[in-house]
């Protein structure tokens, strides 16, 4: 459905994927080859047929793998489309890999009775509803901060939206309350997993996650994730002690599918990244300054914590031209959506900086350096300059333990205006 939509029914994927001629890499993945133009098309339409095999459970165990290699490559490939819910996907995936979900209302069943099963280990249960309950809390924590709790960026993004419901929050009776609807949002994402686990308050929690999240549809543009915690929320039911007694403890006999240790060994470490990967933004900055700079956010489930807008020039120096060369974004050999996102993250601007000078180098270009002026602004605040114009982007190695020295600190608190 994801893929379809983005396709077919918008112009993300041949924005980002089918038209581009340069990929923005993930630190670590820049040896990922890449497709484009027809290769990316097929390669595509293959995967979405792959999903539909592996939703109908025929030879769910092929299928499972290739979704989840498939999927990473796409979204691995494509660093200035990183969406929370894509990485979502590509985690559910994985886990789908290891999990034996075809065991009932499955084509493998139908076409191999012997693989239908009465019921597998609670484990995988809970590592799921784990998983969804991380994705909550974390998306809570990281709201909590001064431009959130201020009503920022829900105004900002509210603005730029042209649903119906938006005309109860700006200029409508609710325009007061989004301070107050901001900090509902923080308490309800931090309180939905333990709502969500006591029996006494799961159905209230379902409730309030479901409209919680069908508002977000209604509201916002983003894709289907909505749609996906619905279902996802859902999944609490199964701790009902009726739902329950399809899961099991023990090797209570043949009829029950439990993971062996090499499966439980890769849960656990599986589980122990996803409790610390996104906490490491906490040691790079603080409030505001964390949602400039973005050290660390990623795959950190920051969702609608931000709303940054701006322009970026570079200019490329070398030995052999007299000129510096200045090069505005109608000059990029990026496409509309990669130039909207570039001027956003330090990390992008780098890569294309670099990506520049290499061009100039490959034309016997010497001494080449390549200069960025960009200016952002942030939650409604004044545009100011995002990076220091001075340096050199080919002198840069940036490093996930190291903070983005060279972009300069955000001037202007909300609560200062």
């Given at each position: 459905?994801?893929?379809?939509?983005?396709?077919?029914?918008?112009?993300?994927?041949?924005?980002?994927?089918?038209?581009?001629?340069?990929?923005?890499?993930?630190?670590?993945?820049?040896?990922?080859?890449?497709?484009?133009?027809?290769?990316?098309?097929?390669?595509?339409?293959?995967?979405?047929?792959?999903?539909?095999?592996?939703?109908?459970?025929?030879?769910?165990?092929?299928?499972?793998?290739?979704?989840?290699?498939?999927?990473?490559?796409?979204?691995?490939?494509?660093?200035?489309?990183?969406?929370?819910?894509?990485?979502?996907?590509?985690?559910?995936?994985?886990?789908?890999?290891?999990?034996?979900?075809?065991?009932?209302?499955?084509?493998?069943?139908?076409?191999?009775?012997?693989?239908?099963?009465?019921?597998?280990?609670?484990?995988?249960?809970?590592?799921?509803?784990?998983?969804?309950?991380?994705?909550?809390?974390?998306?809570?924590?990281?709201?909590?901060?001064?431009?959130?709790?201020?009503?920022?960026?829900?105004?900002?993004?509210?603005?730029?939206?042209?649903?119906?419901?938006?005309?109860?929050?700006?200029?409508?009776?609710?325009?007061?309350?989004?301070?107050?609807?901001?900090?509902?949002?923080?308490?309800?994402?931090?309180?939905?997993?333990?709502?969500?686990?006591?029996?006494?308050?799961?159905?209230?929690?379902?409730?309030?996650?479901?409209?919680?999240?069908?508002?977000?549809?209604?509201?916002?543009?983003?894709?289907?994730?909505?749609?996906?915690?619905?279902?996802?929320?859902?999944?609490?039911?199964?701790?009902?002690?009726?739902?329950?007694?399809?899961?099991?403890?023990?090797?209570?006999?043949?009829?029950?599918?439990?993971?062996?240790?090499?499966?439980?060994?890769?849960?656990?470490?599986?589980?122990?990244?996803?409790?610390?990967?996104?906490?490491?933004?906490?040691?790079?900055?603080?409030?505001?300054?964390?949602?400039?700079?973005?050290?660390?956010?990623?795959?950190?489930?920051?969702?609608?914590?931000?709303?940054?807008?701006?322009?970026?020039?570079?200019?490329?120096?070398?030995?052999?031209?007299?000129?510096?060369?200045?090069?505005?974004?109608?000059?990029?050999?990026?496409?509309?959506?990669?130039?909207?996102?570039?001027?956003?993250?330090?990390?992008?601007?780098?890569?294309?900086?670099?990506?520049?000078?290499?061009?100039?180098?490959?034309?016997?270009?010497?001494?080449?350096?390549?200069?960025?002026?960009a200016f952002l602004h942030l939650n409604g605040r004044e545009q100011q300059r995002f990076v220091h114009p001075h340096v050199n982007l080919m002198q840069?190695?940036?490093?996930?333990?190291?903070?983005?020295?060279?972009?300069?600190?955000?001037?202007?608190?909300?609560?200062?205006?």
């Amino acid at each position: 459905m994801e893929l379809f939509n983005y396709t077919f029914l918008r112009s993300d994927v041949g924005d980002f994927y089918i038209n581009a001629v340069f990929h923005f890499k993930y630190f670590g993945f820049g040896w990922l080859p890449s497709l484009t133009g027809i290769g990316m098309q097929v390669f595509i339409v293959a995967l979405i047929c792959c999903f539909l095999m592996l939703a109908v459970g025929l030879f769910y165990r092929l299928f499972s793998l290739l979704c989840c290699l498939g999927f990473s490559y796409l979204f691995l490939l494509e660093r200035s489309f990183f969406l929370n819910h894509w990485y979502l996907i590509a985690l559910l995936s994985f886990l789908l890999v290891l999990m034996p979900a075809n065991t009932a209302l499955s084509l493998d069943c139908w076409r191999k009775p012997s693989l239908r099963k009465d019921r597998v280990s609670i484990i995988y249960l809970y590592i799921l509803l784990a998983q969804i309950a991380l994705v909550y809390f974390y998306s809570g924590i990281a709201k909590i901060n001064g431009d959130w709790l201020a009503g920022e960026p829900l105004r900002s993004l509210l603005q730029a939206q042209d649903s119906p419901l938006r005309a109860l929050f700006l200029g409508g009776p609710l325009e007061g309350w989004i301070n107050l609807l901001s900090l509902f949002v923080i308490l309800l994402e931090l309180a939905l997993a333990f709502l969500l686990m006591w029996k006494s308050s799961r159905f209230v929690a379902i409730g309030l996650a479901v409209a919680f999240n069908a508002l977000n549809a209604l509201l916002f543009p983003v894709g289907v994730f909505p749609y996906l915690m619905m279902v996802c929320t859902c999944l609490f039911l199964a701790l009902d002690k009726r739902l329950l007694r399809r899961f099991s403890l023990n090797h209570e006999s043949g009829q029950v599918i439990f993971p062996g240790r090499a499966v439980k060994a890769i849960l656990l470490i599986y589980m122990v990244i996803q409790v610390l990967l996104p906490l490491r933004a906490h040691f790079f900055a603080l409030g505001a300054d964390r949602l400039w700079a973005e050290k660390g956010l990623l795959f950190s489930w920051h969702m609608m914590t931000k709303s940054k807008g701006g322009e970026i020039q570079y200019w490329i120096e070398s030995a052999t031209e007299k000129e510096m060369q200045r090069l505005m974004a109608d000059d990029f050999d990026l496409t509309w959506g990669q130039s909207r996102k570039l001027f956003r993250q330090p990390d992008l601007i780098w890569q294309y900086g670099r990506h520049l000078g290499r061009k100039a180098e490959a034309q016997g270009r010497q001494e080449v350096a390549v200069y960025v002026d960009a200016f952002l602004h942030l939650n409604g605040r004044e545009q100011q300059r995002f990076v220091h114009p001075h340096v050199n982007l080919m002198q840069l190695e940036p490093s996930l333990a190291k903070s983005y020295w060279w972009v300069i600190p955000l001037e202007e608190n909300l609560g200062n205006r």
